[in-house]
């Protein structure tokens, strides 16, 4: 099954715990001009060579109202270095400017229909989805990336512009689901991208 939001559908309410122990819904984000949700990770090689990106971006536009929320929702059966311990581990190692998202049940994963890590979804200031897809073409090795559309879409959304490219593919690893769920892809698909 593979499926994702349409571009004008509505955020998706969520209750998650983040790495710091507290738990967080759409409302703890409601001053936000533009939200950022990406689906992501502790251990996928495209994850890991774009977080310096992502970080960049999120640092550039945290002034014009810009908030970015990661949610991890790999299974920590395929991969442990995916569990909470882990995520603590990472963001305090990193200290990445968004909060840090444990989707266990991996619900709000199904629901926003998260393909690959990373996975980026941009809602307008009235939580309508304008962007889907990839953060950047290359986000494995980053000094050959050629293109950034998510710093294109928040330059245009951020200007008052019409988002010119709605949806890309999202480049990356597949999302780790638990069990025998039709979503579900074995470790080896890693490697494997749109």
Same mark, same amino acid.
């Given at each position: ?14 209750? *998650?715990? &983040? ?15 533009? *939200? ?5 990770? =502790?251990?996928?090689?495209? /994850?890991?060579?774009?977080?310096? /990106?992502?970080? &960049?971006?999120?640092?550039?536009? &945290? ?47 199904? &629901? ?14 009235? %939580?309508?989805? /304008?962007?889907?897809?990839?953060? /950047? ?14 710093? %294109? ?15 890309? =593919? ?25």
């Amino acid at each position: 099954m593979a499926f994702t939001l349409n571009i004008g559908s509505d955020s998706i309410d969520f209750s *998650l715990k &983040a790495t710091d122990g507290k738990q967080y819904s759409l409302q703890d984000f409601s001053l936000s001009e533009v *939200l950022v949700i990406f689906f992501t990770c =502790n251990h996928c090689p495209y /994850v890991i060579g774009s977080d310096e /990106v992502t970080r &960049a971006t999120a640092d550039k536009y &945290a002034e014009k109202g810009v908030r970015f929320v990661a949610i991890n929702a790999n299974s920590k059966n395929t991969y442990i270095e995916d569990d909470y311990p882990h995520m603590i581990e990472r963001m305090e190692e990193h200290n990445f400017p968004w909060v840090y998202l444990w989707d266990e049940d991996q619900k709000t994963a199904m &629901a926003y229909g998260a393909l690959r890590t990373p996975h980026f979804f941009i809602f307008n200031k009235d %939580r309508k989805l /304008v962007y889907t897809g990839r953060g /950047v073409d290359n986000p494995r090795d980053v000094s050959k990336m050629m293109v950034n559309d998510l710093e %294109r879409t928040l330059d245009e959304l951020t200007s008052g512009k019409a988002v010119s490219i709605e949806a890309t =593919n999202p480049v990356g690893c597949n999302v780790k689901w638990d069990g025998k769920d039709a979503h579900w892809m074995p470790p080896e698909a890693c490697d494997l991208v749109l």
